[in-house]
């Protein structure tokens, strides 16, 4: 491998924390808090530990084939077309999602620039996804500090609310009165789409420095890092704000937690208050915004997976490296899904974050099976049997989520799905023919 196209443990992990670290931390700040006031934080804690077999898993799969992802894993486990099916499933779940961010995040920095007001959503979606698919063309290493980048962005609304709320912290906030215990199964819902994303680096495993070790270190790292980063965020500001945080009623509720935080903390500076949170609130959407590209980043190589193994209509072209090491044609057909989804869907709220979580969870759970099997043929793999047996119960319950996200969402999720899915589908048995002819 050479040292354009491989990514060292250090960038790996920075990847998988910008995709994780998205606008979720701060759209739940609110959402959390109204639900279980001062057990907000000890309901990440539980998430984390609920979805640890999971990343578990994953991790394990990652050194069982280092070079694979999640195409390799039910491939070689259950059969091609499972492979693909996974593969295919996680393309695009992750590409909605990335789209999803990506209008948020837009429609966020549209309003606190006026002078963007009076230009159409879609054009500016356009010219960014634009930019985002030739900064792609360039080669790993760059692309990588790009990543870096990214995620230093996000860091500084986090560590600001982090460390000046530790002057706002009062204890008092959590006294027995603000616990509400029932809240925290409620509140697992919302937070189980803030902790997707510790699988993105399995899709870049051949493109990292000794995968067989780094990719399983760079997932188990990532996890632990976002997980830990979510919820002192979170136990600080609820420290600071208490109940004022769950009082918030004003929508869109993230946009009004700096705010409310900045007139607390400068209570006789409104006007340097005001600039301060104009400047905290493009950081969080440009940080959002990191965790897009992230996405874009990691699946060029999903598709070329796919090409690769001719699952794909004019596989060849999609095979074909630029001058930096890139297949520039699946950085283009990545853009052109993320503008397909935008000007169909318009962003919608509901119908992309439903199509991308039954997109990633159809591939966690072959994943999962694929290590069920593996393990059952193969005892010696060193792994407890029922981690891969209690991950099944988290699709499970990712799954659950989802058919929530589609009653809420209705039947159009369900059908961009199903119709990207046959298509898929249509696509592998085509191209499978074709080669046997």
Known sequence: ???????????????????????????????????????????????????????????????????????????????????????WGYLIGKLASGAFVTHVSLSLIQKLMPSLGNINIFTIETIVITIFVLLNMLNMKSGGKIQAGFTILKIIPIIFAIFFGLFLFDLSNFSSINRIWEGIPKSLPFLLYATIGFESICVLSNKIENPSKNVSKAILISYFIAISIMTIYQLIFYGALGTILSSITQTPEYLQTFPVFLQKLLPNMPTFALYLKAILHIAIASSALGGSYGIMFSNTWNIHTLAKNNHLFFSKMFTKFNQHGIPFACVILIGFIYLTYLFITGGDQMQLPATASLGIVSAYTLSIISLLIAKIKNPGIKINIFIPIVS????????????????NGGISSLTIFATLMAFGCSMYFFTKKQIKI
Do not use: H, R, W
């Open 392 to 407: 099944i119960f988290n699709c499970i319950l990712l799954m659950l989520s989802c058919i929530n996200m589609l009653i």
């Open 1 to 87: 491998m050479t040292e354009k196209s491989s990514l060292s443990l250090k960038t790996a992990i920075l990847i998988n924390i910008n995709i994780m670290l998205g606008i979720g931390i701060f759209a739940n700040t609110v959402k959390i808090a109204k639900l279980s006031e001062a057990l907000s934080a000890l309901s990440y804690i539980i998430i984390g530990i609920l979805m640890l077999p999971l990343v578990i898993s994953m991790a394990k799969l990652s050194q069982l084939y280092p070079d694979g992802g999640f195409y390799a894993y039910a491939k070689n486990e259950i059969s091609t077309f499972a492979g693909f099916f996974s593969s």
